[in-house]
C-alpha cells in the first residue's frame, strides 16, 4: 500500500464555493475515483487556503494513469480548476506531493522487530 499527501492552494475568496461543490461531489466523479484504486481520501482546508489531501492506494501510477483518461474526472477538474491558486493544468496533475516524513504503524512495527531479535 502506497500513502499518498499533496498539496494544492485554494483562492482565500472562493473558499466557500470550494467547500460547497465538495459537499456534492458528484457520483460519477466518486466512482471514478474509487475506480482509481484511490481509498481512505481525505481533504483538509486551513482558512488561508492551503489544502492537503490524502489518500491510499495500491499503485498511484496506475491510479494517476486512469483517472487523467477519465472524461469524468477531465469534467471534474475543469469545475474545480477556477477555484485553485497558481495552478496551470488540471489540479490532480500538478498538485504537490509531500514526503513523508513519520508513519507511527512503521515505526512500531520496527521497534517490536527489534525487541524479538
Known amino acids: 500500500m502506497t500513502r499518498v499527501c499533496f498539496q494544492l492552494q485554494v483562492d482565500p ?10 459537499r456534492a461531489v458528484w457520483p460519477s466523479m466518486l466512482q471514478e475515483i474509487a475506480a482509481s484504486g484511490r481509498r481512505n481520501y481525505s481533504l483538509f482546508l486551513r482558512p488561508d487556503g492551503l489544502l492537503i489531501g490524502y489518500y491510499e492506494t495500491d499503485d498511484a501510477i496506475v491510479g494517476d494513469r ?52
Open 13 to 22: 475568496s472562493k473558499l466557500d464555493e470550494y467547500r460547497a461543490r465538495h
Open 66 to 117: 486512469y483517472l487523467a483518461a477519465s472524461t469524468v474526472a477531465a469534467e471534474w477538474e475543469a469545475y474545480m480548476g477556477q477555484i485553485f491558486d497558481g495552478i496551470d493544468g488540471r489540479a490532480d496533475q500538478v498538485s504537490v506531493e509531500l514526503e513523508e516524513v513519520f508513519n507511527l504503524e512503521q515505526q512500531l512495527s520496527t521497534a517490536a522487530a527489534e525487541d524479538t531479535a
